[in-house]
């Protein structure tokens, strides 16, 4: 059995990939602040350590001659409003804990094979054209936060560890992340679109995130970059008249542009009004095969009729 530590693994994306992990032979092992990780993840025996994220040296001791390391750690870009405070944190507890399971590494007398990093596809920032892998880093919060989050994951490639990014649209779950959020204005009969009705928006379905997570795990040819959304990105009027149809609600509302710009700190540009088409690239190019190619796929496993 080859060991896989999720760092972070006690977000809803790690939870979801534990039982693919075990039906795929490799052993999960959660690292978290926590003392005691949920009963869901106890349900599946799932082996628990505890990490403060501070100290390389005692997680260097846990994790030497794992096979591999997904580090997802970073608090929700979303929970609270971007004041000076809570970009400093956003940033900290993505770079700092990077940085220190980097260090870990160094530290370690059999290193790990392979290393799958958390990002987004906000390092893109706004874009005109369709952005694959190659892409240039973008302008903004998210695009400055992602380029310095992949620069301490860059250190474990130093150490010849296959580190690979995964660079993530909107995560589609009933069970956390951003959906739940979208649909609730929609059940509350305040459902519309956020500025303009055209904006693209890169999304993927959590099977299939967590899918590809397994595939790139396993495929020791990739490293680098990889862009995790849908082959098939879609339209805010799509995603939200998909939406209200399946809740039966009205779909009314619109929000000017000009009054989202007024959340701090850049929040309501980057996050609410930001049009990416982003290219799965190398994915394709690798024989993934996607279960939600549409939109219209994926609420008809998120939200059926």
């Known amino acids: 059995m080859k060991n896989i530590a999720i760092i972070g693994g006690t977000g809803f994306i790690g939870k979801e990939l534990v039982p693919v992990l075990l039906a795929e032979g490799f052993t999960p092992v959660i690292v978290s602040r926590r003392k005691h990780i949920p009963d869901d993840h106890s349900g599946n025996s799932v082996k628990h350590i505890q990490w403060d994220g501070i100290s390389p040296g005692e997680l260097a001791s846990h994790l030497n001659g794992f096979y591999g390391v997904i580090n997802l750690a970073g608090e929700g870009i979303t929970n609270k409003f971007w004041s000076p405070a809570?970009?400093?944190?956003?940033?900290?507890?993505?770079?700092?804990?990077?940085?220190?399971?980097?260090?870990?590494?160094?530290?370690?007398?059999t290193k790990p094979k392979v290393l799958i990093q958390g990002s987004a596809v906000g390092y893109y920032g706004p874009q005109i054209n369709e952005a694959q892998e190659g892409s240039p880093n973008g302008k903004g919060f998210l695009a400055e936060l992602t380029l310095l989050w992949e620069g301490a994951a860059n250190k474990a490639e130093?150490?010849?560890?296959?580190?690979?990014?995964?660079?993530?649209?909107?995560?589609?779950?009933k069970k956390g992340g951003a959906f739940p959020k979208?649909?609730?204005?929609?059940?509350?009969?305040?459902?519309g679109n956020i500025g303009s009705a055209n904006?693209?928006?890169?999304?993927?379905?959590?099977?299939?995130?967590v899918r590809a997570i397994c595939f790139l795990l396993k495929?020791?040819?990739?490293?680098?970059a990889v862009n995790l959304v849908a082959p098939e990105p879609c339209r805010q009027e799509e995603f939200n008249r998909e939406v209200a149809t399946r809740l039966h609600r009205?779909?009314?509302?619109?929000?000017p542009a000009l009054l989202v710009k007024l959340l701090p700190g850049g929040m309501g540009k980057e996050i609410f009004l930001t049009d990416q088409t982003i290219s799965p690239a190398v994915l394709g190019a690798a024989g993934f095969e996607f279960r939600f190619k549409t939109i219209k796929s994926a609420m008809n496993n998120l939200l059926p009729i």
């Open 86 to 109: 809570r970009k400093k944190r956003l940033l900290e507890s993505r770079y700092d804990i990077t940085t220190n399971l980097a260090t870990a590494f160094a530290l370690m007398h």
């Open 199 to 209: 904006r693209m928006i890169p999304w993927i379905h959590i099977e299939d995130e």
């Open 219 to 224: 495929n020791s040819t990739i490293r680098g």
């Open 250 to 255: 009205p779909f009314w509302l619109h929000i």
């Open 158 to 173: 130093i150490l010849n560890i296959r580190t690979v990014y995964l660079r993530t649209g909107i995560v589609l779950s």
């Open 182 to 191: 979208l649909i609730q204005p929609f059940k509350l009969f305040f459902g």
